[in-house]
């Protein structure tokens, strides 16, 4: 997890989506040792964890607690986890762990119990951000973009994900072959055992793109509308004429974004054209007609738009003009 978000947490700055995914970290193994190497760092800033004066009281009464319990177990080899910490931070580091070990302990129980609540997740255009799942599976969302998932899964039932823009998923195999399913918008899905692959669905196309591992596609529930595909196939189809494929495609070129970098290969400008408009926002206009399905092949940063823009322009040799939002390509 993003050690920002975590201290996002200790600080209350967390919106409720976003403390539900700490929680859910925190009640792993990693999310305990990352909040440890946290709390292990040298704290400077007296105002990073807020507390009002009720709650330094009960600071100061766990830290006594604590404190109690390390003078009764003198001479004894347990070191006190606070041991790095300096003396004045503490008791507010005392809190934070009470605090959270409250509330990851309440997790268990919720997560067996409460009825699992849908979370919405969504990125600015030119954002991209990772999220982890209950499962510990990984989702890179792309700019413009969206997903849904419960705050908790049960073992029992598929674990689900809605998407809609674009998303790489890294999913994770279940001891109990528990099914991971996609939705995407127009009755399609992915199902998923465990495997690597990236998601694309906008407008009137989706494009699914198989790194590694296996994955069936499911259009609708109608017998024969099934696609099974090996890694390196791209699943296309068309949501308006129902028309649906698979074709050979370069995997690693279509998730590429991820690791801030574009590759093209064979991509019409047409199609580079909509990627900025989709992901980052942009209005793009290219006046030549013929030069829409010119076909360009390379590699450039995808840090932002205009480290984009820059690339195309020396790349490929063309004459980009920018005012704003707007984008003239000659």
Known sequence: ????????????????????????????????????????????????????????????????????TKRNAAGTRTES???????????MAAATIGVLLLATGSLFFYRKTATPELLSLHTDFGQTRRVVLPDQSIVTMN????IRFADHWQADQPREVW???????????TKNHQRFQVHLPSQM???VLGTRFNVYTRKTQTKVVLNEGRIEMRVSDKPGNHLEMKPGEMFYADTQTKNFYKKPVNAVAQSSWRTNKLIFDGTTLSEIAQL????????????????LQQKFS???????????????SGLFDLKITRKSNYILIE
């Open 1 to 68: 997890m993003d050690t920002q978000l975590l201290q996002k947490y200790v600080r209350n700055e967390c919106t409720p989506e976003e403390a539900r995914i700490v929680l859910l970290h925190l009640a792993t193994v990693n999310g305990q040792r990352q909040l440890q190497q946290l709390l292990d760092a040298d704290l400077t800033e007296p105002a990073a964890i807020p507390l009002n004066a009720a709650e330094r009281l009960d600071a100061q009464r766990l830290f006594s607690r604590i404190q109690s």
């Open 81 to 91: 986890p606070f041991r790095r910490m300096r003396p004045r931070w503490t008791w």
């Open 143 to 146: 700019g413009n973009s969206s």
């Open 163 to 173: 998407v809609e823009g674009e998303a790489f998923f890294e999913v994770v195999h």
């Open 189 to 191: 899905n992915v199902e």
């Open 276 to 291: 900025l408009k989709d992901t980052y926002g942009l209005e793009v206009e290219i006046r030549d007609r013929d030069l």
């Open 298 to 312: 390379g590699t450039i940063p995808g840090q932002n738009a205009d480290t984009i823009l820059k690339g195309l």
